[in-house]
């Protein structure tokens, strides 16, 4: 038995001898072909990486998405919303291509989701409307861009007004006031000013379609008075002055007041 046992352990220690030196010329043989590869490719020409064709790529892309976007609004301006509807969303699929970092804080694609809930509001799909306003106001806000916060705010409003919801209408309408006043506040550029001025005029005047319908021409008259006051004294769109005092003689009808408009 212990002739046995010596035998055995002679035989495995002969084997595992070698399987050892097996796995030692193994090592030294790749790291001969490895050493072998680094000497070759010493004497390889060296490629510099160049990033022309990606930039090009790149700028094709935005190309493209700027046109699908010009060609969505001239849609828009033509009726044609189902051309409209499939250009935005093109625009869109490009500009998340292109814009693959922060989406949830671009700019650009906030401006998709915007044309796509002006196109679906035109369309009569009010909920499909709402979240693509939506969707672009959560990007905005994040930005903290003001004066698209309250633009966004103000197209959620009137989708509102139009399926009859008018209580959300108007809370969306005040918020945009809110933060158009702000972004005012912030302003510098006399120029900027005057832009946020007219587009508060343009929520006062919503407002008062809003409140007319509710059936309080009290602040309907109110806002379109105050409406009409900016839009006088910055010299704004004639049509624009028009609309104004057209609606202020009409709300002096139902309460009854004579304005200085009722006459023209």
């Known amino acids: 038995m212990p002739d046995f046992q010596e035998n055995f352990n002679s035989i495995l220690k002969k084997r595992l001898f070698k399987v050892s030196l097996l796995a030692f ?3 030294l043989l790749f790291c001969f072909i490895t050493y072998l590869l680094l000497q070759k490719t010493q004497f390889l020409p060296k490629v510099e990486v160049n990033n022309s064709f990606m930039n090009n790529y790149l700028v094709s892309i935005y190309e493209r998405f700027q046109e699908l976007d010009y060609k969505g609004m ?5 009726n044609k919303l189902n ?6 969303k093109q625009a869109l699929i490009l500009k998340k291509e292109i814009y693959t970092i922060n989406q949830n804080k671009n700019p650009e694609i906030a401006t998709s989701y915007r044309n796509l809930g002006a196109t679906f509001y035109l369309m009569g799909r009010y909920d499909e409307a709402l979240e693509y306003h939506r969707k672009a106001l959560e990007i905005r806000e994040k930005i903290n861009d003001y004066e698209k916060i309250s633009d966004s705010y103000r197209n959620i409003g009137i989708v509102y007004a139009d399926r009859g919801n008018l209580e959300k209408a108007l809370i969306n309408l005040k918020k945009s006031l809110q933060v158009i006043e702000k972004a005012l506040f912030k302003a510098e550029d006399p120029d900027i000013k005057i832009i946020y001025q007219l587009k508060k005029a343009l ?11 509710i059936g309080n ?13 900016i839009r006088k004294a910055l010299n704004a769109d004639k049509h624009d002055i028009e609309l104004s005092e057209m609606a202020i003689k009409e709300i002096g009808l139902y309460l009854g007041q004579t304005t200085k408009f009722m006459f023209l």
Do not use: P, Q, W
């Open 25 to 27: 010329i193994a090592l």
């Open 74 to 78: 001239e849609a828009l301006k033509s």
């Open 83 to 88: 051309n409209a509807l499939s250009s935005f």
């Open 203 to 213: 929520i006062y005047y919503d407002m008062g379609k809003v409140y007319k319908l």
């Open 217 to 229: 021409y009290k602040k309907a008259l109110k806002c379109h008075e105050r409406a009409y006051t």
